[in-house]
């Protein structure tokens, strides 16, 4: 199979001092003995372009909390279309032989008969390809993602290619997307509306940068919520809702020991003996 030009990388400076840096996985040998063993074998920066189905990568806490929230926001959009799905971390076959397996961070496919559990998806196989592809950088291997990966993706003929980069981010902090769409048959830049987003195709949602990380939101501008905010949302209207009904359930028993007192009040007056006559 064949790689991009630039797939083959010499080693990051630190890679020697720190062979895990990038990840591992695992190799099965059989020893003399016959023994079967299973050695750890550290990963190297140009298995990250092309990676097995059991490679173990290393990333940031950043990172994994915007690929969360991604993945979270267009299945939740998608959610009654049984023929999408997003899939994360798996690896993808195409239908040109000569094309290695990349896995993207996220992918968004179409047309999807049946729901798989996939760790590759074979292009062949299904009937259908990624539409949409999200790769979020890492300082590790920033460069692959705008230059090899691109490259990649162009050539099997992919729609949309966004790349989420907080490693060279905007003056204010907030990472730079960088968005592709193809046109006259190559993936070229694609422009962003007026407010600043990316239209994701046939998703119904934009992308823009927000803080450190990105935001969805809809046609009509309302942002999705994160997995986390949407579950601290809910919580604090139920503790409202709880303490609404402690205020009533409160106010009503104090109603109701008026009341009684009131009662008890009317019929110790009613109780009470008359007062005597006045003999003067």
Same mark, same amino acid.
Request: hydrophobic residues 35%.
């Given at each position: ?10 080693? $990051?400076?630190? +890679? &020697? ?22 050695? &750890?074998?550290?990963?190297?920066? =140009? ?16 990172? +994994? @909390? ?17 023929? $999408? ?27 999807? %008969? ?8 074979? =292009?062949? +196989? ?12 890492? #300082? ?14 162009? &050539?099997?003929?992919? =729609? ?8 060279? #981010? ?17 993936? &070229? ?11 994701? #195709? ?31 949302? @809910? ?5 409202? %809702? ?8 409160? $106010?009503?028993? %104090? ?16 109780? $009470? ?8």
């Amino acid at each position: 199979m064949t790689t991009p030009a630039d797939a083959r990388l010499a080693p $990051a400076a630190g +890679e &020697q001092s720190d062979p895990f840096r990038y990840g591992w996985r695992y190799r099965r040998t059989v020893g003399a003995d016959g023994a079967v063993r299973f050695e &750890q074998v550290p990963l190297r920066r =140009e298995d990250l372009l092309f990676p097995e189905e059991e490679d173990v990568h290393l990333t940031s806490d950043r990172h +994994e @909390r915007i690929i969360d929230y991604l993945r979270n926001s267009l299945e939740a959009t998608l959610d009654e279309r049984p023929d $999408a799905v997003v899939l994360r971390e798996c690896n993808v076959r195409w239908r040109d032989p000569a094309l290695c397996s990349p896995r993207p961070n996220l992918m968004v496919i179409f047309g999807v %008969r049946q729901r798989r559990n996939w760790s590759t998806f074979d =292009e062949a +196989e299904e009937g259908t390809r990624p539409a949409i592809i999200i790769e979020v950088t890492s #300082p590790s291997n920033w460069e692959d993602d705008l230059e090899a990966k691109l490259e990649h993706y162009d &050539q099997a003929g992919l =729609e949309c290619y966004i790349v989420v980069d907080n490693v060279n #981010p905007l003056p204010g902090g907030e990472p730079r997307l960088r968005c592709y769409r193809r046109r006259d048959g190559r993936l &070229q830049p694609a422009p962003f509306d007026a407010a600043g987003r990316f239209p994701l #195709p046939k998703v119904g949602l934009w992308l823009a940068p927000k803080g450190t990380g990105v935001v969805f939101s809809d046609a009509v501008g309302q942002e999705v919520p994160d997995h986390v905010a949407t579950v601290r949302l @809910r919580r604090a209207a139920e503790r409202a %809702r709880a303490e609404a009904a402690r205020a009533e359930a409160e $106010a009503a028993a %104090r109603a109701a020991l008026e009341a009684r007192l009131r009662e008890l009040e009317a019929q110790l007056r009613r109780a $009470a003996p008359p007062d005597p006559p006045d003999d003067r």
